[in-house]
């Protein structure tokens, strides 16, 4: 079962920015879409940023032109480069595989992001 383990999170004033990072375990990565997830305080979970194996990308409306998404499969990582950042930014963020069945993965514990003045 593939696993991720995030990092980078922090607490940062609004305009600031982060640098995420999670790493892949298990047989599945490089040949599959990784994605960033986030999950704010009572709202659902929801995909922000996406990139494919070659390295195409796609983000959310919410994060576009603030937000890059890149990927090193050689390292078995995604990183996600965070400016900008603002309050509604505030929350815990994962990383998984959006187009694969969910028993073959599962969640890690996420990397809190809290944007505040």
């Known amino acids: 079962q593939a696993q991720f383990v995030e990092s980078g999170g922090g607490s940062v004033q609004p305009g600031g920015s982060l640098k995420l990072s999670c790493t892949a375990s298990?047989?599945?990565?490089?040949?599959?879409?990784v994605g960033w997830y986030r999950q704010g305080p009572g709202k659902q979970r929801e995909l922000v940023a996406q990139?494919?194996?070659?390295?195409?990308?796609i983000y959310s409306d919410s994060v576009l032109g603030r937000f890059t998404i890149s990927r090193d499969n050689a390292k078995r990582t995604v990183d996600l480069q965070m400016n900008s950042l603002k309050p509604e930014d505030t929350a815990v963020y994962y990383c998984?595989?959006?187009?694969?069945?969910?028993?073959?993965?599962?969640w890690g514990q996420g990397t809190q992001v809290t944007v505040s003045s």
């Open positions: 298990g047989s599945i990565f490089g040949g599959y879409v």
């Open positions: 998984n595989f959006p187009y694969i069945d969910s028993a073959l993965t599962s």
């Open positions: 990139i494919n194996p070659g390295g195409n990308t």
